[in-house]
């Protein structure tokens, strides 16, 4: 079945790179997503790699994907205080139309 | 910019009681989607919406229903609340269909709570 796992909550100190993992069982998946959710608001898209592709790199921002392991990471350099929030991974396939979100991981940042 | 906006931020309602949720996007958007957001589950589709007048069922629709009579418009209708329908509710909008490169644009939310 469909299914997006991925930790639950991260700690990192200010300035240091997190690394925010999540794993789907489809491997039919077409895309792949990395949403934000700051508190108080809704999911904004933050990235996403098409499944055709290794990895993807956007300002401090880059995304890897292992077909073979079907995973999925998010680093984010030089982490900040306004990078806390919820980090949602998502897939979507077009034999579904539609996209499975995983539990999200909750990035706080120490200082 | 998309806008989705979420009639309400915070509801508190009754066991039983009927519970209208609206939803409105600004962007001409053909499809919208009802989630809710629960700690440690993540976003589970409640029901979604293609076109007017049109409505799918998502992985969670027992307890609900929907409605969306204009395109911009989609409510979720919980006709007789439970407790454990106690939740952020999400609404989301999407230019093209999911699973085909389809951003979607959420609100910022409903939170639930029936008493």
């Known amino acids: 079945g469909e299914d997006v796992e991925q930790s639950l909550f991260l700690s990192v100190r200010e300035g240091d790179s997190s690394v925010i993992n999540c794993t789907y069982t489809?491997?039919?998946?077409?895309?792949l997503y990395w949403y934000k959710q700051e508190p108080g608001a809704g999911l904004q898209l933050l990235t996403y790699?098409?499944?055709?592709?290794d990895m993807k790199q956007d300002q401090r921002l880059t995304v890897l994907l292992n077909k073979k392991d079907k995973h999925l990471s998010l680093r984010i350099a030089d982490t900040q205080t306004g990078d806390s929030a919820i980090y949602f991974c998502?897939?979507?396939?077009?034999?579904?139309?539609?996209?499975?979100f995983g539990s999200g991981t909750r990035l706080s940042i120490r200082p | 910019d998309v806008k989705v906006t979420q009639s309400s931020r915070y509801l508190v309602k009754r066991t039983g009681e009927k519970v209208f949720l609206e939803c409105v996007q600004d962007?001409?958007?053909?499809?919208m989607f009802w989630y809710r957001q629960d700690p440690g589950l993540g976003l589970r589709l409640i029901y979604f919406?293609?076109?007017?007048?049109?409505?799918e069922k998502g992985d969670i629709p027992e307890g609900y229903s929907v409605s969306r009579e204009k395109k911009e418009r989609f409510s979720l209708i919980l006709e007789s609340a439970s407790t454990n329908q106690t939740s952020m509710y999400l609404c989301?909008?999407?230019?093209?269909?999911?699973?085909?490169?389809?951003?979607?644009?959420f609100g910022e939310g409903s939170r639930l709570t029936v008493l």
């Open positions: 919406s293609y076109d007017v007048k049109m409505k």
């Open positions: 489809d491997s039919s998946s077409t895309y």
């Open positions: 998502a897939e979507s396939y077009s034999s579904a139309s539609k996209i499975i």
């Open positions: 790699i098409f499944s055709n592709m």
């Open positions: 962007m001409d958007h053909e499809n």
């Open positions: 989301a909008s999407s230019l093209i269909r999911q699973g085909i490169d389809g951003e979607l644009f």
